[in-house]
């Protein structure tokens, strides 16, 4: 059974920083590119990031370009999304997704995390 299991959301004052986990079990994130996306309140899921399965190429929307970076552990079979600087617009559930294709859009998705909320607040 494959699940991916996201960690590290909580509540952050606004410039401070999380660390986001997901561990995958079942599946080799290896084999695939990994994505991270979040769904905002009110809003539509959107992709924030992925990192690549081939050669480790990292994608990030233009809101979170230069405060968040994405990184995987292949030892741990477990990608890592850190936020720096963040702002309350960043407060959303954030998920993690297997994909297999370097686009992090829902249609290329293969497995999906259940997410972990990460509220920016003071």
């Known amino acids: 059974q494959v699940q991916l299991v996201e960690s590290g959301g909580g509540l952050v004052q606004p410039g401070g920083s999380l660390r986001l986990s997901c561990a995958a079990s079942?599946?080799?994130?290896?084999?695939?590119?990994v994505g991270w996306f979040r769904q905002a309140p009110g809003k539509e899921r959107e992709g924030v990031s992925f990192?690549?399965?081939?050669?480790?190429?990292?994608y990030y929307i233009e809101s979170v370009k230069g405060r968040f970076t994405i990184s995987r552990d292949s030892a741990k079979n477990a990608v890592y999304l850190k936020m720096n600087s963040l702002k309350p617009e960043d407060t959303a559930v954030y998920y993690c997704?297997?994909?297999?294709?370097?686009?992090?859009?829902?249609?290329?998705?293969?497995?999906w995390g259940k997410g972990t909320l990460v509220t920016v607040s003071t």
């Open positions: 997704a297997a994909l297999r294709a370097d686009r992090v859009e829902e249609h290329w998705v293969d497995y």
């Open positions: 079942g599946v080799t994130l290896d084999h695939y590119a």
């Open positions: 990192i690549s399965r081939s050669d480790g190429r990292t």
